[in-house]
């Protein structure tokens, strides 16, 4: 018999045996070859935390995790669509994920992904030209998982024309994306003081050992 249990604070997230999972929003598909489990409740994917980051910052004890049913996502480096996918699952069909990503190649990856999937939006552009994608609404959320050096400069950009006032974001941090050399809690800390400026600080988690010397910061805008 299959144990599930509502992740306590975190709105559609769930521990399935113990397991980190969401509800699958298209029974029966999945998107990256993670482990289905059907259930009386409906079915549930596991999210993999080797494969996404926001699913090893929840297994290294993240407290705050700002989705919801509903909410509007610009997710910037949405790649194939791993971690999008179980966003997908927990916005569910009222909610929508933009998805930008720069390369042709791994963008083409996520289309029959978001052709089963209608709350994902696949945009083919450069996350530090936000300008190419401006016809995109204001959102609740910025994501930014796209390991280049000026990552929180290209979140606090896209922040400051998408995101609403008092409106949440994430990054995922890559150290050496930004400096190869230097030791990783120092470039965490370089970053959180650029990230300070135009945002409250109200989480951080290092990911290893699921990610080596990555860590995630949850940010809320400022106004
Ligand atoms: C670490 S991968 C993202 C993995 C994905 N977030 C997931 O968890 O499923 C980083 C992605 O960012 C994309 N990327 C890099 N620079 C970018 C840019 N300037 N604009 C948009 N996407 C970019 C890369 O092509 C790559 O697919």
Known sequence: MVKIKRHKRFEGVFWVDNRLATKNLVEGRKVYGEKLIKTKEGEFRLWDARRSKPAAAIYKGL???????????LYLGVASGTTASHFSDI?????I????????RVLRDILPVARERKNIVPILANARMPEEYGWVEEVDVVYADVAIPDMSEVLVRNAELFLKRKGWAMIAIKARS???????????EMEKKKLQKYFEIVDFVILDPYEKDHCLFVLRKRN
């Open 63 to 73: 407290r705050t995790f700002p989705l919801f049913k509903g909410a509007r996502i």
């Open 91 to 95: 916005i569910g069909n009222k909610g």
């Open 97 to 104: 994920i933009y998805g930008v990503e720069i390369s042709h």
């Open 178 to 188: 930004i400096d190869v050399t230097a030791k990783p809690r120092k470039v965490f």
